[in-house]
């Protein structure tokens, strides 16, 4: 599995990472 199939998962997984983070990022300066 670690060949091509596994760039979009890693893609995918990166881009969620960054969302969340970016979620809770700007919740929290709404909050404050």
Known sequence: LF???ML???L???L???AMVG???LT????V
């Open 8 to 10: 979009p998962f890693e």
């Open 23 to 25: 979620a809770v990022l």
């Open 12 to 14: 995918s997984s990166i």
């Open 16 to 18: 969620l990472l960054s």
């Open 28 to 31: 929290k300066k709404e909050k």
């Open 3 to 5: 060949g091509p199939f």
